[in-house]
């Protein structure tokens, strides 16, 4: 039996994969076994005083929520600000306990640079080295969140989504922390999903990501930045062929 957990990004919760869960429990007839997991603030844990969480109990918390569920040898899926966590689980896990990464559109800083840095302050190809946004600085927020999360999504499907964006809030210093490493990342078997009409990582900043986290296999699909809610049949099938 396949035993896939799920990781969500900034802002989001466990909640965000509830479509692919299902899309995968379609597909494979019952024969995997998903886990979605929220991080400390989000999801089931919100409410969670995070004020003094370090970026590693987090991690620490996260590893402890899989051995709850007596979970072994699991295909770790990440999507988005939950690629900077997902080298932090392999690398403290115990031996066994993952088997393969998956990354979602997955965000990869460089070291010494923190996950807003790496972002920056300007629109999408306006610094080589920045990521940039779809809007200007000046946009609304819920302008900008539209154009970076749900530029495939219809109505009311959107309106909906962007309801419940910001309730969903990370430790802090997952927004601070820059000491990155990535080495160790190339004795694991792992592939990058490359979102194709992705509003919050364009396409060459999603392939330079899976590089840096020595992702051995790059699929791509036609979607946007949330595929696990707006193409959930699409994702499962690649789950279940890299698992």
Request: hydrophobic share 40%.
């Amino acid at each position: 039996m396949a035993q896939f957990v799920f990781l969500h990004g900034g802002g989001q919760g466990s909640w965000v994969w509830d479509e692919t869960i299902v899309a995968v429990g379609r597909q494979s007839q019952g024969r995997a076994q998903c886990l979605a997991l929220d991080a400390p603030g989000c999801g089931s844990k919100r409410g969670v005083d995070t004020s003094g969480y370090a970026f590693a109990d987090t991690t620490r918390e996260l590893i402890a929520d899989i051995e709850r569920a007596g979970m072994l040898d699991v295909v770790l899926v990440g999507h988005s600000q939950a690629g900077m966590t997902l080298p932090h689980i392999a690398e403290l896990a115990p031996p066994g306990l993952v088997s393969k990464l998956v990354y979602v559109a997955c965000s990869a800083p460089l070291k010494g640079l923190n996950t807003l840095q790496q972002m920056g302050q300007g629109r999408h190809g306006e610094s080589p080295d920045e990521v940039g946004y779809p809007l200007g600085p000046d946009a609304a927020m819920e302008e900008r969140f539209a154009a970076m999360f749900c530029n495939d999504m219809a109505e009311p499907r959107r309106s909906e989504f962007l309801g419940k964006l910001g309730k969903d809030n990370w430790p802090a210093s997952a927004y601070t922390y820059s000491d990155w490493r990535y080495e160790h990342l190339r004795g694991i078997p792992s592939s990058y999903v490359v979102t194709l009409r992705d509003g919050v990582l364009p396409v060459e900043w999603q392939e330079r990501f899976a590089d840096r986290l020595h992702a051995r296999r790059i699929v791509r699909v036609d979607a946007g930045h949330q595929v696990m809610n707006t193409r959930p049949e699409a994702l499962a099938e690649v789950l279940l062929a890299e698992a």
